[in-house]
């Protein structure tokens, strides 16, 4: 099958989640909106009244017919169908919690730059983005990747569920790479405390697919448009 994802052609923003799990198993896909008239096409659909609910933003993903929005639940579909996930129920729907908590720090990773919202400019919120930023990594940090960290040392494999990887550590792989860019010096200091999410990033990046994207022209850089954004004022 050939899908079709949408989402922002020059950010790698919430759409990376879903590129990272296409790009890692070589599945055929098309990155609609990097095309010639595909933003567009990507507007018309989320106004089309024919499909029940369209789309509320991107990204979003067209396989066949089915027409599926949201991260998390784009995963939750591509996961076994990618070898990405779990077969039973039960472990997909332990994947699918896992990668709704992603969603939420990811929020909160947003948060730090904009605290007032996406309506007004960094440097409207400078102060807010400053406290909103220092309780950031003073709490929310510890609180998010400490519980991952705990759940990769009960773990009994070289990934976080086992001995296959999965969607939830590719994830994981954006999340510190997105951290990384965005506060290189807070994170240096604070890997020391998560060595095994910093060493299933390590066995992510050395993936054969993942290490191929990385060096293509289909991983689009960070660039201060996206979720992780680098300003050295949050990073002192």
Known sequence: MRYELFYWPTIQGRGEYVRLALEDAGADYVDVARRKGGERRMMAMMANRRLGPPPFAPPFLKANKLVIAQVANILFYLGPRLGLAPKSEAGRL????????????????????????????????????????????????????????????????????????????????????????????????????????????????????????????????????????????LDE
């Open 94 to 233: 332990r994947l699918h919690q896992l990668q709704l908590t992603i969603a939420d720090f990811v929020v909160e990773i947003h948060d730090t730059h904009h605290p007032l919202g996406p309506t007004f400019y960094y440097e409207d919120q400078r102060p807010q983005a400053k406290r909103r930023t220092e309780e950031f990594w003073k709490a929310r940090v510890p609180k998010f990747l400490g519980y991952f960290e705990t759940l990769a040392a009960r773990g009994n494999g070289p990934y976080l569920d086992g001995r296959r990887a999965n969607y939830v550590d590719l994830s994981l792989f954006q999340i510190v790479e997105g951290l990384r860019y965005a506060f290189p010096k807070r994170m240096a200091r604070f890997e020391r405390k998560i060595p095994r999410i910093v060493a299933l990033h390590a066995r992510v990046a050395s993936r054969p697919n993942i290490a191929a994207y990385a060096q293509s022209g289909r991983r689009i850089p960070f660039n201060t448009d996206g979720v992780f954004r680098h300003y050295a004022a």
